[in-house]
């Protein structure tokens, strides 16, 4: 498996940490976003939307960071990281789509303006509006995580992709200093997954230069 990804980029964070997590066989091929190669004919025979990341698999490329580490976790299954039960997956599958439809974009609006990696990897100025927009969206949204995470160390029972699917864009916000302390579940939770060796390798990737 090939995975093709970006520096200071949450999506591609979120697939690295995935495949190290599950412990997949992967070799990480850099896309240079800066200089544009993500528009690049080669690139976009493999994502026609000049994103990433990716993955090439043989005869399959895939991209969104969610299904990567969907497919290579059914791939492993040995890693647990997908329940075996329909309820299970079911809470997994919740937790995935809260976060890419509500969570991840608040965070965006937030870290895309106020970390000064991710303003100078992706040439974006500051934008205080912007930044209260997010704000505003996650005082919504996370006394929902932190209600879940309140009485249990995961949101789908045990260690599973909708954990890990959180971490790069709350590490992102929380480089920008904002205020955790409302949701001490979350920070115990976040720790603890930021503690992982499989953290550890994808902060080495996605913040190499």
């Known amino acids: 498996m090939e995975l093709y990804y970006g520096h200071i980029s949450g999506n591609s964070m979120r697939a690295i940490l995935m495949l190290e997590q599950i412990g997949a066989k992967y070799e990480p091929v850099l896309v240079n976003t800066k200089a544009g190669e993500q528009r690049s ?33 059914e791939k492993h ?27 991840s974009p ?5 870290f895309r ?6 303003r100078e990897q992706w040439n974006v100025p500051p934008n205080p509006q912007e930044t209260f927009h997010g704000q505003k969206e996650l005082a919504r949204y996370f006394p929902v995580l932190e209600s879940a995470l309140a009485s249990a160390s995961y949101l789908a029972g045990a260690l599973s992709l909708a954990d890990l699917a959180y971490v790069p864009h709350l590490h ?3 480089e920008t200093g904002f205020d955790f302390t409302p949701y001490p579940a979350i920070v115990r939770w976040l720790d603890a997954l930021r503690a992982r060796d499989a953290w550890r390798r994808t902060v ?3 913040f190499a230069q």
């Open 77 to 103: 299954s040995s890693a647990e990281l997908i329940p075996s039960t329909s309820e299970r997956r079911a809470a997994v599958l919740k937790w995935l789509f809260f976060q890419t439809a509500h969570v």
């Open 41 to 73: 004919p080669k690139y976009l025979a493999i994502n026609p939307m000049g994103k990433i990341p990716a993955l090439v698999d043989g005869t399959l490329t895939l991209w969104e960071s969610n299904a990567i580490g969907w497919y290579a976790a």
């Open 113 to 118: 303006h106020e970390h000064q990696l991710v």
């Open 106 to 110: 608040a965070c965006a609006a937030i």
């Open 172 to 174: 992102l916000i929380d």
């Open 204 to 206: 080495e990737l996605a």
